[in-house]
């Protein structure tokens, strides 16, 4: 009995070397992105919902700069009530203006009905002094005239005070109406002003996928859409990444300096490297599965025509020596 055949019956596995030419990797799957991009949706507008009309879009794959116009939708109805609110502005600015002046001539007038009852009041004042030159009778209508006099001027201290305070809160009501529309004019303009969408980026446009009529299609012009429907992307080409789903035990693969090559399943016979940039800190799981996941990004190393967002792709991610 030879060794090999001992060791055949004791059941050692004998493990012959990989080819040298050969290096281990583990295999995830993803989609491409860009890393730079920008999603515009259909305005969403203050106080308003419904949908809006679009009157203008760029075309799908068309280069844009930042400050481009991208889309532009109706503004009539949003203009209409932005008119109505100002008209109506303006008239709390003028029954505010025109309460001032009402109230500033009703505390002229009570001003002047004060001064008058304190000038009633020295008068009796001095007449209450002719007492030893006067009759009981006189000295007592004197008094009377005095204490009456005393009497006015507190009333009218006293409702002077009450009517500046519902003065003012008649005249408060009228300012915070007319805040209020101010308010509104305001935001009517700046409902105007969302709906006209420009970039901020420069990169490439693609127009998203929305629902019209009966099938999903690009958007165009004339199109009825909802508020927050996604309208156009604008991704820049000139950095693309890769978005991986690694299983949670395959983490330890995952170092600053990690390499990957990648295979676009739309050109099976094309391969781009990439190297590893961040990962997830968060691992989830799908329903019913024990076996956790997370995200990795890798930046691509080569740029080209056809990498473009959401193209399904699989890297084989190096394990390192």
Known sequence: MTWLTLFTMLGVLVANPAPSGLRPSVRCTGRTTALHSLMLKVPRQFGTGGQLTLLEIAENGSRVKPGELLAEFDSTDQLKQAREALAKFDDFSHQVDQKRAEQSNSAEKRNSDLIQAQADLKKAEIDIQKGPVLSDLD???????????????????????????????????????????????????????????????????????????????????????????????????????????????????????????????????????????????????????????FTARFVLDQTDPRLLPDLSVAADIEVAQ
């Open 139 to 293: 000295q007592q209508k004197n008094a009377v005239k005095l204490e009456d006099a005393r009497a006015h001027i507190a009333s009218l201290q006293r409702s002077n005070r009450f009517h500046e305070q519902a003065e003012a809160a008649d005249l408060r009501i009228l300012e915070l109406q007319r805040d209020r529309q101010k308010l509104t004019v305001e935001r009517q303009k700046e409902n105007a002003a969302l709906l006209t969408l420009r970039s901020t980026i420069s990169g490439m446009g693609a127009l998203a996928n929305t629902w019209r009529g009966n099938s999903m299609g690009h958007a165009h012009e004339g199109d009825t859409l909802f508020s927050g429907e996604d309208l156009l992307q604008v991704f820049d080409p000139s950095t693309m990444v890769v978005l991986v789903s690694v299983a949670e035990p395959d983490g330890a693969i995952l170092k600053p300096g990690s390499k990957a090559t990648i295979h676009l399943d739309a050109f099976p016979d094309q391969n781009f490297t990439a190297h590893f940039d961040s990962a997830s800190p968060v691992a989830t799981s799908g329903f019913g599965s024990s076996v956790k996941s």
